[in-house]
């Protein structure tokens, strides 16, 4: 019988595959919105080239009618979600031709850890809440000190 890490192993696969597409996301949309001679134009695409995978996927996903009237009474922040996908695309349209991706992408997984640590720490969003260790701390200032080291030596 396998133990909860070891189980894990799938999970953590597919994770490095998600993490693989995002270093791409940045460039590709860079690119898109080079020649497209508008960051808000590369944007518009990309978002809505996500909107129309999303919505083949709740085709084939979603088997009973959806009761909308959920959504009304969700907590407040159920609704930045997309707001958040969009702040990271234009966003990163604005920044990776200027800082390279892989700059970009360090300061970002900083980023996410300092966001993931914090919303464990502190419960947010319903997740349970879970200390902020020593370690979780070391770990993040080990990203920031590999940033920091790669643009030294640019």
């Keep these: 019988m396998m133990d909860g ?10 994770c490095v595959v998600l993490g693989i ?3 791409w996301q940045g460039p590709v949309n860079a690119e898109a919105a080079r020649r497209l001679g508008s960051p808000a134009l590369a944007a518009v695409l990309s978002i809505g080239m996500s909107v129309i995978l999303v919505v083949i996927f709740a085709l084939f ?5 959806p009761d909308w009237s959920h959504a009304a009474t ?24 200027k800082t390279g991706s892989v700059l970009f992408l360090l300061s970002v997984i900083l980023g996410q850890m300092i966001g ?8 947010l969003w319903g997740l349970r809440e879970t200390s902020i ?12 000190a590999g940033a920091v080291t790669f643009h030294l030596g640019e």
């Design 61 to 65: 996903t979603v088997k009973d009618k």
């Design 5 to 14: 890490s070891i189980a894990k192993i799938p999970l953590i696969l597919v």
């Design 74 to 97: 969700a907590p407040w922040w159920t609704w930045i979600g997309g707001i958040t996908g969009a702040v990271f695309v234009v966003g990163s349209l604005l920044v990776v031709p």
């Design 116 to 123: 993931a640590v914090t919303a464990d720490g502190f419960g």
């Design 133 to 144: 260790s020593p370690m979780k701390i070391l770990a993040m200032l080990l990203v920031l």
């Design 21 to 23: 597409f995002l270093t």
